[in-house]
C-alpha cells in the first residue's frame, strides 16, 4: 500500500494530529475511500462478539516477555504478529486481554502503544489514538521496574515517540523514536524482534519512499535494507521482517524480495493483509496465476475473520485493497469475470453517502469497471455504464474516455468526436490540484487523452498519427509513481504495439512488447504480441517457447487473447 509521495525539492509536509485534508492525502487511496465510511473515525472499533480469543492459524512466532502467565505470553504473541501484520486494532484488543489477564505486564501496555501511533501507510494519529498511546506508556513505565533489562529499553525508546499534548508537527518525535531504536538495536544486534522494529521505525520516517523515480535508492533506504536482511538471517521466517522487507524492494528491486515473498505466503493463514503481501511481488516478477490465488485466499481469509471480528475500522482498507490487486492480476492473465466481479467489488464496497460526502477523496477510485471493459473489449457494455455524478469529475472524465475508445472501435465516428469533446469539458472540471493516490490526476487524464485522440486516429486510418499519440502516452506513462496496482493500468505499450503490429511494424512492436515484458514480466497481452512479431518475421522456434510462457499465464484465462489491445480485433 502506498500513500501519496511529496512532489520533489517540495518541502517536508507537517503531519497533524487532526484528520484534515492535508493529513487525509497522505493515506493509501483506499484509506481515502473508506476511512470515514466504516469508522467514522480513525477510533478503535469494539468487538462486539464477546471477549477476544485466540486465533488459530497466526504462525508459530514468539517473543518472550515478563509475565507469570501462559496465556498472557500468548495473547502478547498474537498482539505482536497482529502488529507485524498492520491490523492494529486487533493487535491492541489482544494486547488488551494480555494487561486484563496479568496487569502487571509492561510489554502489554507497551504493545498498547506502539500500535496507536503512526505507520507507512497511516503516519497521523487522531486524537483517540494519541490520548490511548500516552495512556498506555504511562502503565508500561509505571510497570516497567518489573521488567527485564530489555524490555525497558523498548519502553524507554517508545517514550520518546509520543507527546501530551499531542503536536502538530509529529516529525522530530518520529526522528526521535527512530534514533533511540538504533540504540537499543545496537544493544541487542541478536534480537529479531527489536532489529524489525527498528527497520520499521526508520520506514515510518519516509513513508513509501524507499527508491527514486529510476530505481535508485534513497540515502535511508540501504541501513532499512540490511536492517532488515539482518533480522531475516537470525529469523527467516519472521512475519514482520518478511512483510517489510517486501514493501522496502517492491518499487525498486522486487527481485530480491522474492524468496521473502514465498517464505510469507502461507507463514500466518489467519491474516489476510499476510497472505496478501506476496501479490506485491507476484506482479512485479510475473507471477500472475500466484498474484490472483493470493489475493482471492486474502479475501476469503477476512471474509471469516469478519465473522469472529465483524466490526472493522482501519483494517478493511486492507480489504478492499485485496479485490483491487485481484482484479488488476486478472486483467493481465486474460481472466475477465474475475477481474469484472473484483473491480465490483472494491467500488461497491464504498457506501454511496460516503462517496458522495467525500467525493474528492473517492474520485479517483470510482472506475475500475470501466477499466476492466476497456481492457477486454466490451464495448456495448461500456455503452450501457450509467452516467457518474457530477461530483465525480474524474470518475466522469474516465467514463467519457471508454465512451470514445468505444465508439471508435465501433467504427461510429461522429459519436466518438462526441465523445472526445465531452472529454476535454469533463477534463477542464477536474481541479488542477485533483490528486490520485500519488500521482497527479491531470497527468493521468493527459495520458487517456493521448490514447484516445490515438484509437480514433487508427480507426480512421491514419496509423502514424496514431503510433505518434501512443509513443507520447507512453512516455508520460513511464513518468507515473510506482503504485501498487499501477494508476494506469491498461500498459499504453499493448496498444502501442497492437498499433505497429496490425500496420506490419513488426520490428518496432516487438521493441515495444519486449520493453514491456521487462516493466510487466509474464503479462498476457505482450506475450501475445510478442509471439505474433517473432512469427510474422519467421522466428518461429523462439515464437513457439513465447506461446509456451502465453500458456502459462493464461491457464485460467476465459478470454482468448487475439490481440494486446482490443481496439484491434485480431493482429
Known sequence: M?????????????????????????????????????????????????????????????????????????????????????????????????TEIDPGCAMAWWGIALCNGPHINNPVMSDQASESAWKALQNAER???????????LIDALARRYAAPPVADRAPLDQAYADAMRKVYAAYPDDADIATLTAEAMMDLHPWDMWTQDKRQQPWTPEVLTTLEHALALSPNHPGALHLYIHTCEAGD??????AAERLRNLVPASGHLVHMPSHIDVLTGKWANAAEQNERAIDIDREYRKISPRQGFYRLYMLHNAHMLCFASMMSGRYQEALDAAKATVTTVPAEFVRENA???DPYMSPVFDVLKRFGKWDAILREPQPPAYLPIT??????????????????????????????????????????????????????????????????SVDEAVAKLREAVELEDQMIYME??????????????????????????????????R?????????????????RGANDEAAEVEARLKVTTAKADTPIGSSCLCVPEM
Open 254 to 259: 522486487p527481485w530480491r524480495a522474492t524468496a
Open 485 to 518: 496496482p499501477p494508476e494506469w493500468i491498461q500498459p499504453a505499450r499493448h496498444t502501442l504495439g497492437a498499433f505497429l503490429a496490425d500496420a506490419k511494424r513488426c520490428k518496432e512492436a516487438e521493441a515495444v512488447y519486449r520493453e514491456d515484458l521487462k
Open 2 to 98: 502506498n500513500p501519496r509521495r511529496r512532489e520533489p525539492n517540495s518541502p517536508t509536509p507537517r503531519r497533524r494530529q487532526s484528520l484534515s485534508h492535508h493529513a487525509f492525502r497522505h493515506l493509501h487511496p483506499l484509506c481515502l475511500i473508506a476511512l470515514s465510511a466504516i469508522s467514522g473515525c480513525v477510533s478503535l472499533p469494539k468487538n462486539e462478539s464477546g471477549p477476544i480469543g485466540l486465533f488459530k492459524g497466526m504462525g508459530d512466532h514468539r517473543y518472550a516477555v515478563t509475565t507469570d502467565s501462559r496465556l498472557a505470553q500468548q495473547y502478547f504473541d498474537q498482539g505482536l504478529t497482529w502488529a507485524f501484520a498492520f491490523n492494529h486494532d486487533e493487535a491492541i484488543r489482544s494486547f488488551t486481554r494480555a
Open 143 to 153: 510497570l516497567k521496574t518489573g521488567a527485564s533489562e530489555k524490555e525497558r529499553r
Open 520 to 536: 510487466w514480466p509474464e503479462n498476457a497481452w505482450s506475450l501475445y504480441g510478442l509471439s505474433s512479431c517473432l512469427r510474422a
Open 360 to 362: 474528492a477523496f473517492a
Open 396 to 461: 466522469t472524465a474516465m467514463w467519457r474516455y471508454t465512451r470514445g475508445l468505444a465508439y471508435a472501435a465501433k467504427h461510429d465516428f461522429p459519436a466518438a468526436e462526441r465523445e472526445r469533446t465531452a472529454y476535454k469539458q469533463a477534463v477542464a472540471n477536474v481541479p488542477e490540484d485533483a490528486m490520485l493516490a500519488i500521482n497527479k490526476a491531470h497527468h493521468m487524464l493527459k495520458i487517456a487523452g493521448l490514447i484516445l485522440d490515438g484509437e480514433i486516429a487508427f480507426q480512421r486510418g
